[in-house]
Protein backbone atom coordinates (compact mmCIF):
# COMPACT_ATOMS: atom_id res chain seq x y z
CA UNK A 1 0.00 0.00 0.00
CA UNK A 2 1.88 3.31 -0.99
CA UNK A 3 1.87 5.61 2.39
CA UNK A 4 0.03 8.22 2.71
CA UNK A 5 1.50 11.59 1.91
CA UNK A 6 1.35 14.41 5.21
CA UNK A 7 -0.30 16.55 4.65
CA UNK A 8 0.13 20.11 4.43
CA UNK A 9 -2.22 22.93 5.69
CA UNK A 10 -2.92 25.86 3.41
CA UNK A 11 -1.58 28.30 5.72
CA UNK A 12 1.92 26.45 6.21
CA UNK A 13 2.90 26.21 2.21
CA UNK A 14 4.20 30.20 3.35
CA UNK A 15 7.36 28.34 5.43
CA UNK A 16 7.26 25.47 2.46
CA UNK A 17 8.95 27.77 -0.30
CA UNK A 18 10.33 25.20 -3.16
CA UNK A 19 9.32 21.62 -1.31
CA UNK A 20 6.57 19.36 -2.32
CA UNK A 21 3.83 19.29 -0.26
CA UNK A 22 -0.24 17.56 -0.48
CA UNK A 23 -2.76 20.32 0.19
CA UNK A 24 -6.43 19.21 0.83
CA UNK A 25 -9.69 20.53 1.09
CA UNK A 26 -12.67 22.59 -0.88
CA UNK A 27 -11.91 24.64 -4.41
CA UNK A 28 -13.06 27.78 -3.04
CA UNK A 29 -13.06 30.00 -6.50
CA UNK A 30 -11.68 28.57 -9.97
CA UNK A 31 -10.21 30.91 -12.42
CA UNK A 32 -9.04 29.97 -16.44
CA UNK A 33 -7.29 32.12 -18.53
CA UNK A 34 -6.18 29.96 -21.63
CA UNK A 35 -5.23 26.79 -21.25
CA UNK A 36 -3.99 27.74 -17.69
CA UNK A 37 -6.29 27.13 -14.73
CA UNK A 38 -5.73 28.89 -10.90
CA UNK A 39 -7.95 28.17 -7.70
CA UNK A 40 -8.38 28.98 -4.19
CA UNK A 41 -8.20 26.13 -2.14
CA UNK A 42 -9.95 26.19 0.93
CA UNK A 43 -8.62 24.32 3.87
CA UNK A 44 -9.87 25.78 8.03
CA UNK A 45 -6.58 27.65 8.30
CA UNK A 46 -7.23 29.35 4.96
CA UNK A 47 -7.07 29.82 1.25
CA UNK A 48 -3.95 29.23 -1.08
CA UNK A 49 -4.12 29.41 -4.87
CA UNK A 50 -3.50 26.60 -6.82
CA UNK A 51 -1.70 26.86 -10.22
CA UNK A 52 -3.03 24.09 -12.93
CA UNK A 53 -0.22 23.89 -15.83
CA UNK A 54 -1.45 20.83 -18.10
CA UNK A 55 2.23 20.27 -18.99
CA UNK A 56 3.28 19.85 -15.20
CA UNK A 57 0.55 17.33 -14.25
CA UNK A 58 0.22 13.55 -14.35
CA UNK A 59 -2.44 11.86 -16.82
CA UNK A 60 -4.76 11.69 -13.86
CA UNK A 61 -4.19 15.38 -12.73
CA UNK A 62 -4.94 16.63 -16.98
CA UNK A 63 -8.08 14.51 -17.27
CA UNK A 64 -9.69 15.49 -13.92
CA UNK A 65 -8.55 19.07 -14.48
CA UNK A 66 -11.52 20.12 -17.08
CA UNK A 67 -14.14 18.82 -14.48
CA UNK A 68 -12.87 20.37 -11.30
CA UNK A 69 -15.46 23.25 -9.83
CA UNK A 70 -16.39 25.28 -6.60
CA UNK A 71 -16.79 22.80 -3.25
CA UNK A 72 -14.79 19.32 -4.92
CA UNK A 73 -12.79 18.18 -2.34
CA UNK A 74 -9.94 17.27 -3.46
CA UNK A 75 -6.01 16.43 -2.56
CA UNK A 76 -3.56 18.23 -4.65
CA UNK A 77 0.87 17.39 -4.41
CA UNK A 78 2.78 19.74 -6.18
CA UNK A 79 5.32 22.27 -4.83
CA UNK A 80 5.11 25.23 -3.34
CA UNK A 81 6.77 28.57 -5.03
CA UNK A 82 6.92 32.57 -4.85
CA UNK A 83 4.82 34.68 -6.57
CA UNK A 84 6.49 37.19 -8.64
CA UNK A 85 5.94 40.68 -7.33
CA UNK A 86 3.38 41.87 -9.80
CA UNK A 87 1.35 38.62 -8.67
CA UNK A 88 1.39 38.70 -4.84
CA UNK A 89 -2.17 39.38 -3.05
CA UNK A 90 -1.82 40.97 0.03
CA UNK A 91 -5.07 40.58 1.25
CA UNK A 92 -3.93 36.55 1.46
CA UNK A 93 -2.39 35.06 4.09
CA UNK A 94 -0.67 33.06 1.82
CA UNK A 95 -0.97 35.79 -1.08
CA UNK A 96 3.08 35.36 -1.39
CA UNK A 97 3.12 32.30 -2.31
CA UNK A 98 1.40 29.58 -4.35
CA UNK A 99 1.06 25.65 -5.30
CA UNK A 100 2.24 24.32 -8.58
CA UNK A 101 0.10 21.54 -9.13
CA UNK A 102 1.65 18.01 -10.44
CA UNK A 103 -1.03 15.38 -9.20
CA UNK A 104 -4.73 15.95 -8.41
CA UNK A 105 -7.04 13.24 -6.43
CA UNK A 106 -10.80 14.41 -6.55
CA UNK A 107 -11.67 13.07 -3.15
CA UNK A 108 -15.15 13.58 -3.50
CA UNK A 109 -16.98 15.67 -6.36
CA UNK A 110 -19.10 18.10 -5.19
CA UNK A 111 -23.03 19.21 -6.96
CA UNK A 112 -24.03 22.68 -7.56
CA UNK A 113 -24.75 24.25 -4.30
CA UNK A 114 -28.39 25.75 -3.59
CA UNK A 115 -26.38 28.78 -2.37
CA UNK A 116 -22.89 30.91 -2.77
CA UNK A 117 -21.00 30.52 0.36
CA UNK A 118 -18.50 33.03 0.07
CA UNK A 119 -21.04 35.25 2.04
CA UNK A 120 -24.35 33.39 3.74
CA UNK A 121 -25.87 36.23 5.62
CA UNK A 122 -28.22 37.05 2.95
CA UNK A 123 -29.69 34.02 1.60
CA UNK A 124 -32.66 32.70 3.48
CA UNK A 125 -32.22 31.38 6.68
CA UNK A 126 -34.56 28.69 6.20
CA UNK A 127 -32.61 27.23 2.77
CA UNK A 128 -29.32 27.72 5.20
CA UNK A 129 -30.29 25.66 7.84
CA UNK A 130 -31.51 22.40 5.54
CA UNK A 131 -27.93 22.93 4.39
CA UNK A 132 -26.48 23.74 7.59
CA UNK A 133 -23.20 21.92 6.57
CA UNK A 134 -22.55 24.06 3.31
CA UNK A 135 -23.90 27.11 5.18
CA UNK A 136 -20.68 26.28 8.14
CA UNK A 137 -18.00 26.50 5.62
CA UNK A 138 -18.62 30.43 4.45
CA UNK A 139 -16.22 32.33 6.20
CA UNK A 140 -18.17 34.09 8.38
CA UNK A 141 -19.75 30.90 9.95
CA UNK A 142 -16.46 29.78 10.38
CA UNK A 143 -15.08 32.47 12.26
CA UNK A 144 -17.76 32.49 14.54
CA UNK A 145 -17.45 28.85 15.47
CA UNK A 146 -13.84 29.68 16.68
CA UNK A 147 -14.70 32.35 18.45
CA UNK A 148 -16.88 30.10 20.36
CA UNK A 149 -14.50 27.46 21.41
CA UNK A 150 -12.18 30.38 22.32
CA UNK A 151 -14.30 31.91 24.55
CA UNK A 152 -15.22 28.29 25.99
CA UNK A 153 -11.61 27.92 26.12
CA UNK A 154 -10.59 30.93 27.63
CA UNK A 155 -13.50 30.43 30.15
CA UNK A 156 -12.67 27.02 31.21
CA UNK A 157 -8.64 28.03 31.89
CA UNK A 158 -9.76 30.91 34.11
CA UNK A 159 -12.16 28.65 36.17
CA UNK A 160 -9.68 25.72 36.42
CA UNK A 161 -6.51 28.43 37.31
CA UNK A 162 -8.89 29.39 40.36
CA UNK A 163 -9.29 26.05 41.71
CA UNK A 164 -12.74 25.04 40.69
CA UNK A 165 -13.80 21.39 39.74
CA UNK A 166 -15.53 20.75 36.08
CA UNK A 167 -18.70 18.40 36.88
CA UNK A 168 -20.70 17.01 34.43
CA UNK A 169 -24.11 16.37 35.75
CA UNK A 170 -27.08 14.52 34.73
CA UNK A 171 -29.06 15.03 31.54
CA UNK A 172 -31.64 12.75 32.52
CA UNK A 173 -33.61 14.50 36.13
CA UNK A 174 -36.91 14.68 37.81
CA UNK A 175 -39.41 17.05 37.06
CA UNK A 176 -39.57 20.33 39.44
CA UNK A 177 -41.32 22.97 38.64
CA UNK A 178 -38.83 25.82 38.96
CA UNK A 179 -38.99 27.87 36.21
CA UNK A 180 -40.12 27.62 32.37
CA UNK A 181 -41.92 23.86 30.74
CA UNK A 182 -39.75 21.12 30.35
CA UNK A 183 -38.81 18.55 28.05
CA UNK A 184 -40.07 15.17 29.14
CA UNK A 185 -38.67 11.92 28.36
CA UNK A 186 -40.94 8.54 28.60
CA UNK A 187 -38.86 6.14 30.60
CA UNK A 188 -39.31 2.32 29.05
CA UNK A 189 -38.84 0.94 32.51
CA UNK A 190 -41.02 2.19 34.69
CA UNK A 191 -44.57 2.67 32.97
CA UNK A 192 -46.34 5.74 33.33
CA UNK A 193 -43.12 7.68 34.44
CA UNK A 194 -41.20 10.61 33.29
CA UNK A 195 -37.52 12.21 33.11
CA UNK A 196 -37.46 15.34 32.24
CA UNK A 197 -33.84 17.50 30.40
CA UNK A 198 -32.69 19.91 33.06
CA UNK A 199 -33.72 23.82 32.18
CA UNK A 200 -30.14 24.19 34.48
CA UNK A 201 -28.48 22.03 36.42
CA UNK A 202 -29.55 24.03 39.23
CA UNK A 203 -30.17 21.08 42.07
CA UNK A 204 -26.92 19.39 41.25
CA UNK A 205 -24.94 22.24 41.51
CA UNK A 206 -26.39 22.86 45.20
CA UNK A 207 -25.72 19.07 45.80
CA UNK A 208 -22.41 19.58 44.83
CA UNK A 209 -21.76 22.13 47.47
CA UNK A 210 -23.58 19.81 50.21
CA UNK A 211 -20.88 17.05 48.89
CA UNK A 212 -18.14 19.85 49.56
CA UNK A 213 -16.89 20.17 46.30
CA UNK A 214 -16.99 24.22 47.00
CA UNK A 215 -15.79 25.58 43.20
CA UNK A 216 -17.85 23.58 41.14
CA UNK A 217 -18.12 24.39 36.94
CA UNK A 218 -19.32 22.52 33.50
CA UNK A 219 -20.43 23.89 30.03
CA UNK A 220 -23.99 22.64 30.82
CA UNK A 221 -26.43 22.18 27.79
CA UNK A 222 -29.47 23.35 28.89
CA UNK A 223 -33.62 23.08 27.39
CA UNK A 224 -36.56 24.64 27.99
CA UNK A 225 -39.81 23.98 26.34
CA UNK A 226 -40.47 27.85 25.29
CA UNK A 227 -41.13 29.52 22.35
CA UNK A 228 -37.87 30.18 20.41
CA UNK A 229 -37.30 33.98 19.38
CA UNK A 230 -33.90 35.49 17.17
CA UNK A 231 -31.97 35.36 20.68
CA UNK A 232 -33.67 32.42 22.43
CA UNK A 233 -33.26 28.81 21.83
CA UNK A 234 -35.27 25.31 23.60
CA UNK A 235 -31.72 23.92 24.28
CA UNK A 236 -28.82 26.24 24.51
CA UNK A 237 -25.62 26.31 26.50
CA UNK A 238 -24.50 27.86 29.82
CA UNK A 239 -21.58 28.24 32.02
CA UNK A 240 -22.81 27.22 35.47
CA UNK A 241 -20.69 27.72 38.02
CA UNK A 242 -21.16 27.29 42.15
CA UNK A 243 -18.97 28.33 44.99
CA UNK A 244 -19.18 27.65 48.72
CA UNK A 245 -18.85 30.01 51.43
CA UNK A 246 -19.18 33.02 49.71
CA UNK A 247 -21.44 36.39 49.93
CA UNK A 248 -22.76 37.65 47.03
CA UNK A 249 -20.33 39.75 46.63
CA UNK A 250 -17.80 37.64 45.78
CA UNK A 251 -19.25 35.94 43.22
CA UNK A 252 -19.83 39.35 41.44
CA UNK A 253 -16.24 39.88 41.53
CA UNK A 254 -15.61 36.70 40.15
CA UNK A 255 -17.50 36.53 37.00
CA UNK A 256 -16.30 40.09 36.49
CA UNK A 257 -12.62 39.21 36.58
CA UNK A 258 -13.14 36.38 34.44
CA UNK A 259 -15.17 38.29 31.47
CA UNK A 260 -12.18 40.88 31.66
CA UNK A 261 -9.82 38.39 31.48
CA UNK A 262 -11.77 36.61 28.25
CA UNK A 263 -12.50 39.89 26.66
CA UNK A 264 -8.63 40.74 26.30
CA UNK A 265 -7.55 37.49 25.70
CA UNK A 266 -10.08 36.33 22.64
CA UNK A 267 -11.53 39.95 21.61
CA UNK A 268 -9.15 42.65 22.13
CA UNK A 269 -10.04 44.81 19.82
CA UNK A 270 -13.33 45.10 21.86
CA UNK A 271 -13.43 48.34 24.47
CA UNK A 272 -15.02 48.10 27.88
CA UNK A 273 -17.03 50.83 28.86
CA UNK A 274 -16.17 49.78 32.54
CA UNK A 275 -13.44 48.66 34.43
CA UNK A 276 -15.51 47.91 37.17
CA UNK A 277 -18.79 46.74 36.47
CA UNK A 278 -21.71 49.06 37.97
CA UNK A 279 -24.06 47.68 39.96
CA UNK A 280 -27.38 48.74 39.56
CA UNK A 281 -30.50 47.85 41.52
CA UNK A 282 -33.61 46.70 40.10
CA UNK A 283 -36.29 49.25 40.97
CA UNK A 284 -34.05 51.89 39.95
CA UNK A 285 -32.91 50.46 36.59
CA UNK A 286 -36.94 50.00 36.04
CA UNK A 287 -37.40 53.85 37.21
CA UNK A 288 -34.64 54.77 34.98
CA UNK A 289 -34.44 53.01 31.72
CA UNK A 290 -37.90 51.21 31.88
CA UNK A 291 -36.44 47.77 32.16
CA UNK A 292 -34.08 45.42 34.12
CA UNK A 293 -31.63 44.94 31.22
CA UNK A 294 -30.16 48.67 30.46
CA UNK A 295 -27.58 49.01 27.62
CA UNK A 296 -25.49 51.61 29.10
CA UNK A 297 -23.23 52.30 26.31
CA UNK A 298 -21.89 55.57 25.49
CA UNK A 299 -21.82 54.99 21.42
CA UNK A 300 -24.24 52.32 20.79
CA UNK A 301 -23.57 52.83 17.10
CA UNK A 302 -20.03 51.24 18.27
CA UNK A 303 -19.69 47.66 17.83
CA UNK A 304 -16.96 47.04 19.55
CA UNK A 305 -18.46 48.95 22.91
CA UNK A 306 -18.83 46.32 25.57
CA UNK A 307 -21.07 47.41 28.78
CA UNK A 308 -21.24 45.24 31.44
CA UNK A 309 -23.16 46.06 34.48
CA UNK A 310 -24.73 44.23 37.59
CA UNK A 311 -28.39 44.66 38.08
CA UNK A 312 -28.96 43.38 41.77
CA UNK A 313 -31.86 43.20 44.44
CA UNK A 314 -34.30 41.43 42.78
CA UNK A 315 -37.32 40.53 43.95
CA UNK A 316 -38.17 37.16 45.82
CA UNK A 317 -41.65 37.05 44.51
CA UNK A 318 -44.01 38.05 41.73
CA UNK A 319 -47.92 37.58 40.58
CA UNK A 320 -48.35 35.10 38.01
CA UNK A 321 -50.20 35.77 34.74
CA UNK A 322 -53.10 33.63 36.93
CA UNK A 323 -52.26 36.21 40.17
CA UNK A 324 -50.96 33.63 41.51
CA UNK A 325 -47.64 34.36 44.03
CA UNK A 326 -44.46 32.88 41.76
CA UNK A 327 -40.78 33.12 42.66
CA UNK A 328 -38.98 36.22 40.05
CA UNK A 329 -36.25 33.86 39.74
CA UNK A 330 -36.44 30.57 40.95
CA UNK A 331 -37.59 28.94 44.59
CA UNK A 332 -33.36 28.72 45.88
CA UNK A 333 -32.51 32.16 46.00
CA UNK A 334 -31.83 33.12 49.44
CA UNK A 335 -33.91 36.20 50.95
CA UNK A 336 -32.11 39.72 51.63
CA UNK A 337 -31.98 39.13 55.43
CA UNK A 338 -32.85 42.50 55.56
CA UNK A 339 -36.63 42.02 54.26
CA UNK A 340 -36.96 38.68 55.95
CA UNK A 341 -39.77 39.92 58.35
CA UNK A 342 -41.72 40.72 55.79
CA UNK A 343 -42.11 36.95 54.20
CA UNK A 344 -45.41 35.96 55.58
CA UNK A 345 -46.73 39.39 56.15
CA UNK A 346 -46.38 40.73 52.95
CA UNK A 347 -43.97 38.71 50.67
CA UNK A 348 -43.99 40.83 47.49
CA UNK A 349 -41.98 43.59 49.60
CA UNK A 350 -39.12 40.85 50.01
CA UNK A 351 -35.94 41.16 47.66
CA UNK A 352 -33.36 37.87 47.23
CA UNK A 353 -30.20 37.43 46.93
CA UNK A 354 -30.17 37.59 43.38
CA UNK A 355 -28.26 39.09 40.64
CA UNK A 356 -28.38 39.81 36.51
CA UNK A 357 -25.41 40.47 34.20
CA UNK A 358 -26.55 42.33 31.06
CA UNK A 359 -24.36 43.33 28.59
CA UNK A 360 -25.52 45.89 25.97
CA UNK A 361 -28.64 45.64 27.20
CA UNK A 362 -28.67 42.05 27.18
CA UNK A 363 -28.95 39.37 30.10
CA UNK A 364 -26.07 37.40 29.91
CA UNK A 365 -26.77 35.47 33.25
CA UNK A 366 -28.55 35.11 36.36
CA UNK A 367 -27.36 34.29 39.67
CA UNK A 368 -27.90 34.58 43.45
CA UNK A 369 -27.06 32.94 47.12
CA UNK A 370 -28.89 29.88 47.44
CA UNK A 371 -30.77 28.64 50.50
CA UNK A 372 -28.61 26.46 52.60
CA UNK A 373 -30.96 25.87 55.61
CA UNK A 374 -33.43 23.44 55.43
CA UNK A 375 -36.06 25.55 57.91
CA UNK A 376 -35.31 28.50 55.33
CA UNK A 377 -36.25 26.17 52.04
CA UNK A 378 -39.14 25.28 53.57
CA UNK A 379 -40.60 27.95 54.67
CA UNK A 380 -40.22 29.31 50.71
CA UNK A 381 -42.55 26.40 49.69
CA UNK A 382 -45.18 27.10 52.05
CA UNK A 383 -45.23 30.67 51.08
CA UNK A 384 -45.57 29.71 47.82
CA UNK A 385 -48.38 26.94 48.36
CA UNK A 386 -47.25 23.99 48.44
CA UNK A 387 -48.21 20.93 50.54
CA UNK A 388 -45.83 19.04 52.87
CA UNK A 389 -46.82 16.36 50.47
CA UNK A 390 -45.70 18.10 47.15
CA UNK A 391 -42.83 19.44 49.03
CA UNK A 392 -41.53 16.30 50.02
CA UNK A 393 -42.57 14.69 46.47
CA UNK A 394 -40.73 17.01 44.40
CA UNK A 395 -38.07 18.78 46.67
CA UNK A 396 -37.70 16.31 49.60
CA UNK A 397 -33.81 15.34 48.72
CA UNK A 398 -32.92 18.70 48.64
CA UNK A 399 -34.44 19.48 52.07
CA UNK A 400 -32.66 16.26 53.40
CA UNK A 401 -29.36 17.03 52.06
CA UNK A 402 -29.66 20.79 53.84
CA UNK A 403 -30.15 18.35 57.08
CA UNK A 404 -26.36 17.17 56.56
CA UNK A 405 -24.15 20.52 57.21
CA UNK A 406 -24.97 22.55 53.68
CA UNK A 407 -22.51 25.38 53.36
CA UNK A 408 -23.62 28.46 52.40
CA UNK A 409 -23.19 29.00 48.88
CA UNK A 410 -24.03 30.81 45.38
CA UNK A 411 -23.01 31.42 41.71
CA UNK A 412 -24.38 32.19 38.50
CA UNK A 413 -24.49 30.89 34.87
CA UNK A 414 -23.64 33.03 31.98
CA UNK A 415 -25.23 32.18 28.62
CA UNK A 416 -22.71 31.33 25.95
CA UNK A 417 -24.88 31.51 23.24
CA UNK A 418 -25.52 35.44 23.82
CA UNK A 419 -22.06 36.04 24.87
CA UNK A 420 -20.73 35.38 21.80
CA UNK A 421 -23.83 36.59 19.52
CA UNK A 422 -22.54 40.31 21.18
CA UNK A 423 -18.77 39.45 20.93
CA UNK A 424 -19.23 38.24 16.89
CA UNK A 425 -21.49 41.50 16.31
CA UNK A 426 -24.50 38.77 15.21
CA UNK A 427 -26.97 40.29 17.38
CA UNK A 428 -30.38 40.04 17.81
CA UNK A 429 -29.29 36.26 15.88
CA UNK A 430 -28.38 33.87 18.18
CA UNK A 431 -28.45 31.35 15.77
CA UNK A 432 -25.32 32.91 14.33
CA UNK A 433 -23.02 31.61 16.26
CA UNK A 434 -24.90 27.96 17.10
CA UNK A 435 -23.52 24.91 14.42
CA UNK A 436 -26.98 23.09 14.51
CA UNK A 437 -30.16 25.53 15.45
CA UNK A 438 -33.63 25.32 15.41
CA UNK A 439 -35.75 27.71 13.61
CA UNK A 440 -38.33 30.21 15.21
CA UNK A 441 -40.89 27.74 15.28
CA UNK A 442 -38.54 24.95 17.14
CA UNK A 443 -37.50 22.78 13.66
CA UNK A 444 -34.50 21.69 12.20
CA UNK A 445 -34.78 21.42 8.40
CA UNK A 446 -31.87 19.59 8.35
CA UNK A 447 -32.95 16.76 10.24
CA UNK A 448 -36.43 16.92 9.64
CA UNK A 449 -36.91 17.15 13.21
CA UNK A 450 -39.69 16.65 15.43
CA UNK A 451 -40.57 13.74 13.55
CA UNK A 452 -43.15 10.93 13.78
CA UNK A 453 -42.19 7.93 15.83
CA UNK A 454 -43.16 4.21 14.76
CA UNK A 455 -46.02 3.23 16.93
CA UNK A 456 -44.30 0.10 17.85
CA UNK A 457 -41.43 2.40 19.80
CA UNK A 458 -43.73 4.71 21.39
CA UNK A 459 -45.69 1.14 22.91
CA UNK A 460 -42.14 0.63 23.88
CA UNK A 461 -42.44 3.49 26.17
CA UNK A 462 -45.94 3.39 27.41
CA UNK A 463 -46.95 5.75 25.28
CA UNK A 464 -50.46 6.69 23.24
CA UNK A 465 -50.87 9.85 20.83
CA UNK A 466 -53.93 11.34 20.80
CA UNK A 467 -53.98 12.33 17.00
CA UNK A 468 -55.64 15.77 16.55
CA UNK A 469 -59.34 16.15 15.13
CA UNK A 470 -59.20 17.22 11.27
CA UNK A 471 -61.44 20.71 11.04
CA UNK A 472 -63.76 20.36 8.27
CA UNK A 473 -63.32 21.09 5.27
CA UNK A 474 -65.04 23.79 3.00
CA UNK A 475 -67.71 22.42 0.57
CA UNK A 476 -66.62 22.53 -3.11
CA UNK A 477 -69.14 25.13 -5.22
Known sequence: MKPMEKRCMN?????????????KGWVHVRRDMGKLAFFDMRDRSGLVQVVLVPSELTERGREVMKDIRPEFCLAVTGVVQKRGAKQINPD????????????????NPAKTLPFEIEDTSGVNEELRLKYRYLDLRSPRMLKNLEMRARVIQSLRTYLVGQGFLEVETPTLIKGTPEGSREYMVPSRLHAGKFYVL??????????????????????????????ARSDRQMEFTQLDLEMSFVEQEDVLRLVEDMMVSMIKEVAPEKKLTFKKFPRIRYQDSMDQYGNDKPDLRKDKDDPDELAFCWVVD???FEMDADGKLTTAHHPFCMVNPEDEEYL????LKVRAWSYDLVLNGVELSSGSIRIHEPEMQRKIFDILGLTDEEIQAKFGHMIEAFTYGAPPHGGAAPGIDRLVMLLCN????????????????????????????????????????????????????
Open 198 to 227: PQSPQQFKQLLMVAGVEKYFQIARCYRDED
Open 314 to 316: YPM
Open 426 to 477: EQPNMREVIAFPKTGDARDPMMDAPSTIDPKRLKEVHIAVERAAKKPGRKKI
Open 92 to 107: LETGTVEVLAKDIEVL
Open 344 to 347: ESEP
Open 11 to 23: AETVDRIGKDVTV
